[in-house]
């Protein structure tokens, strides 16, 4: 501050004249205070008095500052210095002390929400865990169990194998008795269930959750790297949460890839779409704020005025979850004025060089017209080259000849094709439309529609190519938009304003209520400015959009506007989708160390949503047949289907992770084989052949194939994500819940799932959570170990949002008995390896994958074309039709030294992300220099990485973005691949070593790195995609451009090819109850909320005091009315899945027919017993339940193909309903 | 000519979040003890709403601030030192802790303490202040975000006055939504009325800086500067009986550090420096007879830091060398008085404030473009600003004491530099009648956006 130290001095006072006896009173006054007052009175001199200010001097003492940050999913991982005196933690401000930007540009100082902000309140809490905790009823079971066998693993399979016990452990889940226990103890009881777990039904029924590495990835790792030494599977986070944008796969071949928030100031015209910027990235919101100062436009979509609705030059407010068709509007205003009546030469040449526009696609007869089918490739033309059946094509709008350019995913992993898998086109100009060609017919297709019964017939230029019927991409697209070129046949919109046909102006007000004008007006706004900018307009979307059941069709609609105007890949321009913080920048090394791949490999990785449908018993209730998905034009191949059918068919062809996967311990597999002395992978692949072994899949209600032991650590799974609540609490774990609803009726069954008439109530033999303060979580664990906070551990963060990687760093140690979840693991598997030596050995782990993204597998299954085993269609084939099998040693008493240190495997086969493999070993023993080799045991001579510390350093040492000489290593292997040049992206940094001691010393700047698309070289900002844009580095997808066409049969199947408009779900919903009050029946949503990060904070003090002290329900002032409701009534929210009591929040700022209650704010603080059950009332998912769209299953097929937090399906929650009443004021806690 | 220092503070309304980050790192820093739970240095209103505490602004119940006589001259409204002393022990006009807030707690405990029973333990809510068992009913950020809009909105008393005096109804409606944040700290007034307030001689504005704070030691706790601040500003520590209140956080100040909440404060909208003024002239600027002089009064009161008789006359009065350097390039003073984007807030109750406002733009064009019109068009930019879907009106009642040109003008200005910035950003061609048509230089436009865009650190504070 440029104000200088002050001297103390006297303070002067002015007293104003206020009368003659005012006056004598003041002068009877000089004599009675130590002040000397002037001789007219108007100031005081006070004289000492500045000793009485030594109360806030001493207040703001203090011994030290450390930086730390937070690690809670809010994509913020801002620097925060956390105070400390007299070996207390204080309070925290932000440290601003980031790496500059630029002169002209905005800061990222100061980083930091009221949240954060408020962290410290934790430290000394009465919320805190203090101790190691486990349910009293479990404990006392245990330890007579284990007075009679002596032996902690018989002792807890004696209590397993009692059905009375254990339903009587299981009951008492979540309702009180948790009793101390000491370290020691619960260690033990942890160890002996993952023992007996494993050697009774496999360790594939053992799981880890955790989410979000990049929020602290060595906490996460340290376990997730457990998990995988002992064979147990990770379950997935990004999609679970249904914050993975499944679009993004599909149309990118990319998990998330995202501009930086400094890039929002590059942009000149700005869309916050879903995405309330001010609540949910409170620290990033002064860019856009500051952005308008350069004259970036703002237009805000919301169906309330959001908090960002304050910024906006327009707001426009379409009913939830009909934003596509509001884009799809846009898309129309765009393709009429932009392609059709003029073209944009930067938009043309754009779209040609990189997206999937130009290729051709054939179509088939149907009902007297053609529909769409699949891309022509080069095998239909009769090439003989390699993988032609992968390699899509062209015309070249020279010679109207066509051509297979490089680029496709045909050209990437064989031999034959090294260096022509680039977007080179040479002299080849693609041609958009076959109208060019002089030959061409205009055929009639027949689209589907969703918003109204019946199918478009519109017509597209079609030639013949090898034989088949084809045409463009753009093509279709002008169809599917509904833009009338010349003569093509078909029924077609009149205009703008024509409200019966998609895609036009009039057609979306209809459904979003958005005036027409409006839309056509900012359509033409956005593409002028992208075309006067080059590509710089940004959306910047979000969970409002992301949630829903069908979000991908939103989210393709939006992409589409950004990709059809030439704006990805450009510095201001492209897609902005912020929700959750999945951006681990140095990825390699936090990979390698969560799948501990440096000592065996593939680790199990399951997707989450999958699990939990199966696992909590919501497919048991799900009577959604994807049949009501299903298009118009569907060839019928998901009839009569359930998605617990084709979760199972997901699995076996190999496309989807499935764990537990056999209906037969994995290990006792292996052993089976060796006795028969048969090939493992054989003596399973003819088993399941012949039946004889079946997908846990296909009956996962059978005992044994349920999980039984949940590790739970950085998260409240229960308070926050999960997805149908009540539905974890009955069948899960046991215990009561406030489920209303009623099972599928027979005739809406799943086909090919075993159904048991009687569901299961309580599977996992133990819960396990790891914690520094009490959630829904914790309060339903078996056991719960007490945690270090943020601001007690070391630890790495990263996000989206910023380029920097920075630390956490322990301001204090781990009070009371809390540890940090890397000791705590280490605690676990120490013990675990000492009962492994008698129960477990060494054994073998038949281990299950399906065919990955970005590896050869990814070309397993062509044309998308579905082709099942079971059915006969092909032979079951490990890794090409059913997942892929593979023998894994598990050296069960050497996991906790081969935990502590890097194993061989690096130097052996290198470190590989996204299929780019680097060479590690000058890493591997630049680590064992610095951080010490292991000196005996089974890791004898490997680099250690015991300490946290030193496991940031190994993560930091092997990645790319943190390691400049495996960064330069990477591209000249990528270039190798691609034939362009790209090593001098990161020549600037080659010999640049970011350390732990760096990250701590301030937020360092990240290297460009293959690993990431975008560049920040020479300091410029990070803008996903740059990279291929500018240098023709191919998207990983299957033309290697971005898609608007997506071919699988099941997107033909759902209609969704191209993009298009689907509404929201029509849920059903249960009304009625007990007493007479009104009820208003609403759409029921949970965005995120401005007084949490998720469940975090929501019960901090200092959070519930600025809110209203615990679950608010918003709703209009009309639906309040309805229910006779005033501002902070109790009311209750009540459905099919169960029931929630909350205050009213009444607001005109919210429209009529919607209510809002916040995500997560949990049942631990201020929820009573609910009228409708007696129970205690829910959280915010008590309320909804999982829906799994069977698209998100797809696998084997070029950018569909599986990859851990890549794809999979979400666990969406927005498409729900709920009544609402008002309840008797009287609470009961 | 008296030449004194002041420490003075703009925040960027137009740039607020609403995320509290400031209120909560003040509170952590300085009020999370027993006693004075209940008290924020720092807290943020959603507007239109009551404020906290709640309708601090209605001085006709409390009574805040000074008054002019007939004659001229001011007194405090809550009444002169007799009328004082006559009701040290009973002062009607002191908000009682539900016009606060009761602080509440919860019973956390139960969660890892619980014994087994029949259902999940929950914390239930118990007050602060007296243990027992309570239901939040208000709160300090009660109304956030517009909650309750249709209950508590319509009692800001600004509302209030714009429909009974003006005729000016402002609709809680969906369509009609309009909301923005004020955060508000102690404006450490050139002529406080809680000074003037304490008969104890407590408090105390220091010369050097004018930061105005309490002497815990001297204070007796006669509660008569909560009454006299018309911002309600200053708190009762209930625990040891004494005042409190936000003290600019001299001891960073005075080790040259920014306060709390400005360096935290992520909307990046705070600014401090240092102002010049002439300490003879305050008691007539804060006299003038219109309310609507008090605010040109108040600006004529600053004094040029690049006057040489200025600066002749302040190191005279003993403004040391740097002090006058950190004068010429404050950027508090460049918004106040070189770009007239900041006003002061309710100049109105004659304190002479010195923490200053730049007022919201947004959102500015959505009014008139909902008539087909593009609204950052120059051509329309003007009338955009009247089409404001907050009123001009209600921020000239916050900050000019309901005189509409000086809001329009900072208004304009602020909507002139995007008009102008935009060709910028796209590469064409400026138009220079941008700036001339609000009285500026295109030149000046860049160096308003350096300070309100770049918004460095050094050149924040």
Known sequence: MRSPRKANGNGIENHHDEGAATTALLRLGRYLTRAESSADLHSVHLAGGREGDAFYRDRWSHDKVVPSTHGVNCTGSCRWNVYVSDGIITWESQD????????????????????????????????????????????????????????????????????????????????????????????????????????????????????????????????????????????????????????????????????????????????????????TRTPDAHWMAEARYRGQKVVVVSPDYADNTKFADEWLAPHPGTDAALAMAMGHVILTEFFAERQVPYFTDYVRRFTDLPFLVTLTERDGAYVPSKFLTAADLGDEGAETQWKTVLVDDRTGEPVVPNGSVGFRWNEHDQGRWNLDLGDVVPRLSLLADPGHEGVEVLLPRFDADGVLRRGVPAVRQGGQLVTTVFDLLMAQYGVRRGELPGRWPSGYDDPAEPCTPAWQEEITSVPAERVGRIAREFAETAE??????????????????????????????????GCQGRNGGGWAHYVGQEKVRPLTGHQTLA??????????????????????????????????????????????????????????????????????????????????????????????????LGFAADDPDAPGNWPRVLTVWRSNLLGSSAKGHEYFLRHLLGTDANLRGEEAPPDARPKTVKWHDTAPVGKLDLMLA??????????????????????????LSSTDMHPFVHSFNAAVDPPWQTRTDFETFHTIAKRFSELAERHLGVRKDLVAT???????????????????????????????????????ERDYPAVAAKLATLGPLLEKLGATSKGLTYDVGEEVNWLRAKNGVATTGAAQGQALIDTDIKAADAVLALSGTTNGRLATQGFRELEKRVGTELAHLSAEHEGKKITFADTRSRPAPVITSPEWSGSESGGRRY????????????????????????????????????????????????????????????????????????????????????????????????????????????????????????????????????VFLYHAQDRAVNVPRSEATGKRGGTHNSLTRLLLKPTHLIGGYAQLSFGFNYLGPTGNQRDEVTVIRRRSQEVRY | MRVMAQLAMVMNLDKCIGCHTCSVTCKQAWTNRTGTEYAWFNNVETRPGQGYPRRYEDQERWKGGWERTSKGRLRLRAGGRLTKLAKLFANPELPEIADYYEPWTYDYATLIEAPLGDDVPTAAPRSAITGEATQPTWGPNWDDDLGGSTEHGVKDPIAEKLRDELGIKIKFEFEQSFMFYLPRICEHCLNPSCVASCPSGAMYKREEDGIVLVDQDQCRGWRMCVTGCPYKKVYFNHKTGKAEKCT?????????????????????????????????????????????????????????????????????????????????????????????????????????PMVWYIPPLSPVVDAVSGSGHDGEHRDNLFGAIDALRIPV???????????????????RRLAAMRSYMRAVNLGQETDEDIPASVGLTGEQIFAMHRLLALAKYDERY
């Open chain 1, 532 to 565: 006067a900018s080059r590509g710089r307009c940004m959306i910047l979307m979000g969970a409002g959009t992301n949630h829903w059941f069908h979000s991908d069709t939103i989210y393709r609609s939006f992409l589409a506007l950004l990709t059809m105007t």
């Open chain 1, 96 to 279: 601003p002390d980031y790496p500059s930007v630029g002169p002209d540009k905005p800061e990222y100082e100061p980083r930091g929400c009221p949240r954060g902000a408020s962290f410290s309140w934790y430290s000394y809490s009465p919320t805190r865990v203090r101790f190691p905790y486990a349910r009293g009823v479990l404990v006392e079971m245990y330890r007579e169990a284990l007075g009679k066998y002596g032996d902690p693993v018989f002792a807890w399979a004696s209590v397993m194998d009692d059905p009375m016990k254990r339903m009587a452990y299981q009951r008492a889940r979540g309702k009180g008795g948790l009793v101390r226990v000491s370290w020691d103890e619960a260690s033990e009881i942890a160890a002996a269930a993952h023992v007996h777990a494993i050697s009774r039904y496999g360790p594939d029924r053992v799981a880890g959750f955790s989410p979000i590495p990049a929020m602290s990835m060595v906490s996460h790792a340290i376990g997730s790297r457990f998990m995988a030494l002992i064979g147990a599977p990770m379950l997935s986070f990004y999609d679970w949460y249904a914050d993975l944008p499944v679009a993004s796969p599909q149309v990118f071949g990319d998990q998330t890839d995202v501009p930086e928030s400094a890039d929002w100031w590059d942009a000149a015209y700005l869309m916050m779409w879903g995405s309330n910027v001010p609540v």
């Open chain 1, 595 to 692: 799948g501990a791949m440096d000592w065996m490999r593939p680790a199990r990785q399951m997707i989450g949503t999958a699990y939990w449908y199966l696992h909590t018993g919501q497919w048991r209730y799900d009577a959604l047949r994807n049949d009501e998905l299903a298009s118009p034009l569907a060839a019928g191949k998901l009839a009569g289907t359930s998605a617990a059918d084709t979760l199972a068919q997901s699995a076996r062809l190999g496309w989807m992770p499935s764990f537990p996967t056999f209906d037969r311990n994995p290990l006792d597999l292996v052993d089976e084989a060796d006795e028969a002395g048969l090939d493992p992978v054989r003596h399973a692949t003819e088993q399941l052949r012949e039946g004889k």
């Open chain 2, 248 to 352: 600019f956080c001299y001891p960073r100040v005075e080790a040259g550090q920014p306060t709390v909440c400005a360096e935290t404060c992520v909307g990046r909208l705070r600014y401090i420096g240092v102002l010049l003024y002439d300490a003879d002239k305050v008691t007539e600027a804060a006299s003038v007879a219109d309310e609507h002089d008090l605010y040109p009064a108040q600006l004529d009161l600053l004094l040029d830091p690049h006057d040489p008789a200025v600066i002749r006359a302040a190191e005279a009065a003993g403004i040391p060398h740097d002090w006058l350097t950190a004068a010429r390039c404050s950027p508090v003073y460049q918004l106040i008085h070189d770009y007239r984007l900041a006003l002061p807030l309710h100049p109105e109750y004659r304190t002479m």
């Open chain 1, 850 to 888: 399906p065919m990955t993204h970005d590896t050869p597998g990814e070309t397993a299954q062509p044309g998308g074309v579905v082709r099942d085993w079971r059915d006969g269609d092909v032979e079951p084939i490990s890794g090409v039709t059913m997942p892929k099998l593979t023998v894994v």
């Open chain 1, 770 to 795: 790891i914690d520094y303060r009490m959630t829904s979580t914790t309060l339903f664990a078996d056991l719960v170990l007490p945690a270090a906070t943020w601001y007690e551990k070391h630890d």
């Open chain 1, 1023 to 1154: 803008s996903a995609f740059v990279i291929n844009v500018e240098h023709a580095k191919p998207w990983h997808t299957l033309t290697g451009r971005q898609h608007f066409f997506v071919d699988h049969d099941w997107m033909h199947e759902l209609g969704e090819a191209l993009p298009v408009y689907r509404p929201p779900l029509g849920s059903q919903h249960l009304s009625g109850g007990p007493g007479d009050s009104a009820e208003v029946t609403v759409r029921y949503l949970t965005p995120h909320s401005k007084w949490s990060i998720h469940s975090t904070y929501q019960d901090n003090l200092h959070m519930l005091t600025l809110s209203r002290g615990g679950q608010g329900i918003w709703m209009s002032p009309a639906d309040a009315e309805a229910i006779g409701a005033k501002d902070n009534d109790w009311i209750e929210a009540v459905n099919r899945n169960g029931v929630v009591v909350a205050r009213a929040i009444v607001s005109h700022r919210m429209p009529t027919g919607t």
């Open chain 2, 393 to 411: 009106e209600y921020l000239a009642e916050l900050f000019t004491a309901g005189d509409t040109v000086p809001v329009r003008q900072s208004l």
